[in-house]
């Protein structure tokens, strides 16, 4: 399994980006697929989830709740983060992560057992 996360650049505090994590080698069943994020010297935090082939449904951290969008097309096996009205304090590598499941999510990071690689977010006041 897979995952490429990407889109990632340097915005202007209020703008926008939308970020990518593609996914290949997936086997059947349902799968959720999250985001997190980590800057320096902090450790990685929650960001959303999405319960991709189950329903869609979507839970966000309550610090990004109203600005980040995460959506999926499993069609083109990619899961999308939407992050507008962007905050200098968001400023972070984000990862994208997932795990089969039957149902729920944590919003702990050793839960997830496949990780992309990282995209940074650098958000400029």
């Known amino acids: 399994v897979q995952l490429q996360a990407s889109g990632g650049g340097l915005v202007q505090a209020g703008g926008s980006l939308r970020l990518s994590c593609t996914v290949s080698?997936?086997?059947?069943?349902?799968?959720?697929m999250a985001w997190f994020r980590q800057a320096p010297g902090k450790e990685r935090q929650f960001v959303g989830v999405?319960?991709?082939?189950?329903?869609?449904?979507?839970a966000y951290a309550d610090s990004v709740k109203g600005r980040f969008t995460i959506s999926g097309d499993t069609a083109k096996k990619t899961v999308y983060l939407q992050l507008t009205n962007l905050k200098f304090e968001d400023t972070s590598v984000y990862y994208c992560?997932?795990?089969?499941?039957?149902?729920?999510?944590?919003?702990?990071?050793?839960?997830?057992?496949?990780w992309g690689q990282g995209t940074l977010v650098t958000v400029s006041s």
């Open positions: 992560a997932s795990r089969r499941v039957n149902r729920g999510y944590k919003t702990d990071p050793t839960w997830y057992v496949y």
């Open positions: 080698g997936l086997s059947s069943g349902n799968y959720v």
């Open positions: 999405i319960d991709w082939y189950g329903g869609g449904n979507t």
